[in-house]
């Protein structure tokens, strides 16, 4: 039940026909609005303009889609489908003739943190035996709504920041400490007349392909129980390809960091010294 120019106020567009005037609120309930999962449930392949409703409450009420709106999800961000709505005009011109006892009003303003003052009084002044017990911002419902999956989700961030800080760390540490054990060979490579830039190339390259082969892998196991993850995200996919492309990146760039470092300063000592160093 909706009463004014709830749509508007609420953003929700009107997708075809017209939403519910002052005459529907006064004739009675005549003229309905429905969503767009509502038509496509109730008439699906039809037009649901002019299209007609029983009402449950009363059996000689015939309801006549006039408009349908855009879908709106009442409940949570994570739902799977919109939820199918009808539009009943509230109906009168007086709120003592409204259907409902205690409706809810809806105030867009700039000033949404600061007018529940300026309303309180308006209510007063208006109908005074209708008290004004609640406030909400819709910024605060919504964020209400999504507390504790931002909570679980500030958690996950964090473990998974941490892996990837763990494994980035580890990483450089098996690469680096492979390549240093070569300084033996890139001493010999060096000495029977390898030059620098080859040997750091080598080096590097045989690094990068082992990594890649370990982001495949793992790849296809993060996709594989990408799913898991379905419940707990809101506009964000469980295969984001941002996210798989920047973790990836970031473990390719460690790979050629620890490959180049220990070759460069192998590479840059007298490969005899080395030698005889071994």
Same mark, same amino acid.
């Given at each position: 039940?909706?009463?004014?120019?709830?749509?508007?106020?609420?953003?929700?567009?009107?997708?075809?026909?017209?939403?519910?005037?002052?005459?529907?609120?006064? /004739? +009675?309930?005549?003229?309905? #609005? =429905?969503?767009? *999962?509502? %038509?496509?449930?109730?008439? $699906?392949?039809?037009?649901? !303009?002019?299209?007609?409703?029983?009402?449950?409450?009363?059996?000689?009420?015939?309801?006549?889609?006039?408009?349908?709106?855009?879908?709106?999800?009442?409940?949570?961000?994570?739902?799977?489908?919109?939820?199918?709505?009808?539009?009943?005009?509230?109906?009168?011109?007086?709120?003592?003739?409204?259907? /409902? +006892?205690?409706?809810?009003? #809806? =105030?867009?303003? *700039?000033? %949404?943190?600061?007018?529940? $003052?300026?309303?309180?009084? !308006?209510?007063?002044?208006?109908?005074?035996?209708?008290?004004?017990?609640?406030?909400?911002?819709?910024?605060?419902?919504?964020?209400?709504?999504?507390?504790?999956?931002?909570?679980?989700?500030?958690?996950?961030?964090?473990?998974?920041?941490?892996?990837?800080?763990?494994?980035?760390?580890?990483?450089?540490?098996?690469?680096?400490?492979? #390549?240093?054990?070569?300084?033996?060979?890139?001493?010999?490579?060096?000495?029977?007349?390898?030059?620098?830039?080859?040997?750091?190339?080598?080096?590097?390259?045989?690094?990068?392909?082992?990594?890649?082969?370990?982001?495949?892998?793992?790849?296809?196991?993060?996709?594989?129980?990408?799913?898991?993850?379905?419940?707990?995200?809101?506009?964000?996919?469980?295969?984001?390809?941002?996210?798989?492309?920047?973790?990836?990146?970031?473990?390719?760039?460690?790979?050629?960091?620890?490959?180049?470092?220990?070759?460069?300063?192998?590479?840059?000592?007298?490969?005899?010294?080395?030698?005889?160093?071994?």
């Amino acid at each position: 039940l909706v009463g004014g120019d709830y749509f508007g106020t609420m953003g929700i567009r009107v997708l075809q026909g017209r939403g519910l005037g002052d005459l529907d609120h006064t /004739v +009675g309930p005549t003229n309905i #609005v =429905v969503g767009a *999962a509502a %038509a496509a449930r109730l008439w $699906p392949g039809e037009e649901p !303009l002019g299209q007609r409703l029983l009402h449950a409450a009363d059996t000689t009420a015939w309801l006549t889609v006039v408009g349908v709106v855009e879908d709106i999800l009442l409940e949570d961000f994570r739902q799977a489908a919109p939820d199918p709505m009808v539009y009943l005009p509230m109906v009168g011109p007086e709120p003592r003739s409204w259907a /409902v +006892g205690s409706p809810a009003y #809806v =105030v867009r303003t *700039a000033r %949404a943190g600061a007018i529940a $003052p300026d309303v309180r009084a !308006l209510m007063r002044a208006e109908v005074p035996e209708s008290p004004m017990y609640r406030v909400f911002t819709m910024k605060a419902l919504a964020d209400r709504s999504m507390a504790q999956l931002s909570f679980t989700l500030l958690v996950l961030g964090l473990a998974s920041g941490l892996a990837l800080v763990l494994g980035a760390v580890g990483l450089y540490g098996v690469l680096s400490y492979v #390549v240093s054990n070569r300084h033996r060979e890139i001493a010999v490579r060096m000495a029977l007349g390898a030059q620098r830039d080859v040997v750091r190339r080598m080096v590097v390259l045989q690094g990068a392909r082992m990594t890649g082969l370990g982001v495949l892998v793992g790849l296809g196991v993060a996709l594989g129980f990408s799913r898991v993850l379905d419940s707990l995200l809101f506009g964000v996919e469980t295969r984001d390809p941002p996210t798989f492309v920047l973790m990836s990146a970031v473990m390719i760039g460690v790979a050629l960091l620890a490959s180049y470092l220990p070759a460069r300063r192998a590479s840059s000592v007298d490969p005899m010294q080395s030698l005889r160093s071994e």
